[in-house]
């Protein structure tokens, strides 16, 4: 019986403990900007994840139409991207390269993205004498992707320019 | 006597940044990039904003210098996509093609319409009609211009002459 009771005390303690480390990390994301838009930036990219999944390329029933090939007529590099994502995530990949030769890339960069806020968010929390640097890492590998990603699109801006 | 620091203008900065990020992403696909001005310079308004509020505050700035940085440069990028465009319209001769269409598609409605139409004449002086009709055939178009030069039709239609 005694045994018992103090089971009891020991989980009561261990979840106020719980608690209050819920608390903690509560407050820690209020005070740290860096948290609070890895958070959003990754609920942004599973928005976009989502809408590669519910529109289909069978239907072909996106919403977000080229304004590029409407106002010229002519095709531009990231035309097809749409398609491509819901391809890829369809498991259609072949398909998925031949609508855009880059929805590869830059569909890995989203999810790479999406790894990379869920990850050095883990980090920032777990280490916080490392902030500064963690976020220097951060932007630095961020923009290295973002240039692999994007490089071809940016080309063909500049190409024009 | 040490300097009072608060976070106002921070969730501005958070704001600006988040728009500036996407503005950034969107302004470098060729498909949306023209439209990526639209959050770009709400990106801009909401760092500037955000920067005055710290200014007055005292409060940290870092974000909102890197929210304000990031959307002057999507939005100079998207903005250069007009120019993109422009070009690549020019080289596709797409534009003037398209309004030359346009106005050749006006011009033909305009004259279908004015065959299609029953146009009349009326010509009404001193109480004496002349109808003419479009419609009618061509005999009777004849017949009334003979009519008309023969003089048979009652209306005096000279112009006196002044004496």
């Known amino acids: 019986m005694r045994n018992w009771k103090r089971e009891i005390i020991l989980l009561m303690t261990l979840s106020l403990r719980k608690n209050n480390s819920g608390r903690e990390y509560g407050i820690r994301f209020k005070n740290e900007p860096y948290l609070i838009i890895n958070i959003i930036l990754a609920g942004i990219i599973l928005l976009i994840v989502l809408y590669s999944r519910i529109f289909s390329p069978e239907k072909n029933n996106y919403p977000v139409v080229c304004i590029h090939e409407k106002l010229t007529g002519e095709p531009c590099a990231s035309c097809g991207l749409s398609h491509s994502f819901s391809l890829i995530l369809r498991g259609r990949i072949k398909e998925a390269y031949q609508w855009n030769i880059y929805g590869m890339r830059v569909f890995l960069f989203f999810i790479s993205q999406l790894f990379m806020r869920i990850i050095f968010s883990w980090i920032f929390i777990k280490n916080p004498g490392i902030h500064k640097q963690l976020i220097l890492f951060d932007i630095s590998g961020s923009l290295i992707i973002f240039l692999m990603a994007f490089i071809p699109f940016i080309v063909f801006i500049f190409k024009w320019l | ?163």
């Open chain 2, 1 to 163: 006597m040490e300097e009072v620091k608060n976070d106002s203008g921070q969730n501005l900065g958070i704001a600006a940044l988040i728009t500036a990020i996407i503005t950034f992403v969107l302004s470098v696909i060729p498909c949306v990039g023209l439209i990526a001005i639209i959050p770009g310079i709400i990106a801009i308004v909401l760092a500037s904003v955000g920067l005055s509020q710290a200014a007055r505050n005292n409060s940290p700035r870092g974000i909102l210098v890197a929210g304000l940085i990031i959307a002057i440069i999507a939005s100079l990028i998207s903005f250069s996509q007009v120019f993109v465009a422009g070009k690549l319209a020019h080289k596709a001769n797409k534009w003037p093609g398209d309004i030359q269409n346009i106005v050749n598609d006006v011009q033909d409605n305009v004259v279908k319409q004015l065959e299609d139409a029953n146009i009349s004449i009326k010509i009404e002086s001193n109480g004496d009609k002349v109808e003419i009709n479009s419609n009618s055939s061509k005999k009777d178009k004849e017949q009334t211009l003979e009519e008309l030069e023969k003089g048979n039709n009652p209306s005096n239609d000279t112009i006196p002459k002044k004496k």
